[in-house]
C-alpha cells in the first residue's frame, strides 16, 4: 500500500463528505519524472482511507457505510479524542505514507502527487506539510518554530490582543520568510500531516496525553530530535475550513488548547515552568471574566458578554486541566 488517508471525525458529517470527495476522486495514477531524466512513466497510487468516528450524533457512520463504500470505519462508542482517534487508526495502517488530514480539509487538485513526488525525491523529508487556505481562499498561517517561553505567554492571551506585532511571536509564526517558499521547519499544522512510515515506525505514534492540540507539535518535535527534516511544501495546497468541531464546544476548546500548551512545556522544561504558565493562564482568564462582566454592567451586548463569562469560568474552574 502506498498511502493511508487517517480522517478523525466528530460531529461535522457534511464536511467530511466534501473531504471524502476530494480524496477519492482524485486521480489515483500520477506520472512521475525520474530523477536525472532517466526515464518518464506512470505509476498507480494505491490507497486506502481509514475514518475514526468519535461517537457523532449526526448521522456521520451511517452516511460513511450508504456513500464511502470502500472507506475503513472505526465507530467509537465514546469521544476518545483526536490524538487516540489517529492512533487507533495508525495501528492498523498499511501505507508506507501516512496522511493525517482533519475531516474539515478538502484537498485541491494535484495535492497527492505534488506531496508523493516530493517525499519520493527527498529520503530525509519525515513529515511534510500543505500550504492551507481558509475557505474564503486567503492563506491560512501552518508552519511553526518550536515555542519559546515567551511565545506561551503570548499565545492565544490578552496579551497577544495589546501587543499583535512582537519578535516573539514574528518569529514564532515564521513571519520573516516567505509563504511561497518550499522550507524546512520545525512543525507543522495538524490538519495536513504528511508523514513517511519510518518515522512512525522509529518514534511511534501521538502522545494520547494530550487529548487534542499540541500533539503535533509534540510529534513534530520528537520526528527532529530522530533526524528527520519537517517540512513545509507550498506547492500542495489543500482548503481547511478552521475549527468546526472545535467551535462547538468553546470553553472545551480553550480549556484543551491552553492544558496541551502547558502539557508540552512540562514534557520538555519540567514541572515549575509549567506550573509557572498555569498560574500566569489562569490569570489571564480572570481578568478576561472582569473585563466582560464590566462590559455587561454598563449593557454592552449583555447575551454575548454573559455567554464569554460563562466560558471563562469554566475555563478557570478546570485549573487547566484537560
Request: proline share 3%; hydrophobic share 45%.
Amino acid at each position: 500500500m502506498d498511502l493511508s488517508v487517517i480522517i478523525v471525525s466528530w460531529n461535522v458529517r457534511e464536511l467530511l463528505r466534501q473531504c471524502l470527495v476530494s480524496v477519492v476522486s482524485r486521480p489515483s495514477s500520477v506520472v512521475r519524472q525520474e530523477r536525472g531524466d532517466l526515464a518518464t512513466g506512470d505509476w498507480r497510487l494505491t490507497t486506502e482511507v481509514i475514518v475514526v468516528d468519535n461517537a457523532s450524533a449526526d448521522g456521520t457512520v451511517e452516511m460513511l457505510r450508504a456513500d464511502f463504500t470502500s472507506v475503513r470505519v472505526i465507530a467509537n462508542s465514546e469521544n476518545v479524542g483526536f490524538t487516540r482517534g489517529n492512533n487507533q487508526a495508525l495501528a492498523i495502517a498499511q501505507g508506507r505514507y501516512l496522511f493525517l488530514l482533519n475531516p474539515d480539509t478538502e484537498l485541491l487538485p494535484g495535492a497527492l502527487p505534488t506531496l508523493i513526488d516530493y517525499a519520493e525525491a527527498h529520503p530525509r523529508a519525515g513529515i511534510i506539510g500543505p500550504r492551507l487556505f481558509y475557505g474564503d481562499g486567503t492563506p491560512q498561517s501552518s508552519r511553526r518554530r518550536f515555542p519559546t517561553l515567551a511565545t506561551a505567554f503570548l499565545e492565544s492571551t490578552k496579551l497577544q490582543q495589546w501587543f499583535p506585532r512582537n519578535r516573539a511571536l514574528t518569529r514564532y509564526y515564521m513571519l520573516d520568510t516567505s509563504d511561497d517558499a518550499t522550507q524546512e521547519v520545525d512543525w507543522v499544522n495538524g490538519s495536513a500531516m504528511f508523514v513517511r512510515r519510518e518515522v512512525y515506525d522509529q518514534i511511534g505514534g501521538l502522545d494520547e496525553a494530550f487529548f487534542m492540540y499540541s500533539e503535533e507539535l509534540d510529534w513534530c518535535y520528537r520526528a527532529k530530535r530522530a533526524g528527520w527534516q519537517v517540512v513545509y511544501l507550498p506547492t500542495a495546497l489543500v482548503t481547511h475550513y478552521e475549527g468546526k468541531s472545535s467551535e462547538q464546544v468553546v470553553a472545551a476548546r480553550d480549556i484543551y488548547f491552553h492544558s496541551s500548551k502547558i502539557r508540552f512545556f512540562r514534557k520538555y522544561r519540567g514541572a515549575l515552568v509549567a506550573e509557572i504558565l498555569r498560574a500566569f493562564l489562569l490569570l489571564m482568564f480572570a481578568y478576561q471574566i472582569a473585563e466582560e462582566s464590566a462590559k455587561w454592567l454598563v449593557g454592552h451586548k449583555r447575551a454575548m458578554r454573559a455567554a464569554r463569562v460563562k466560558a471563562y469560568a469554566q475555563v478557570v474552574r478546570s485549573g487547566l486541566n484537560a
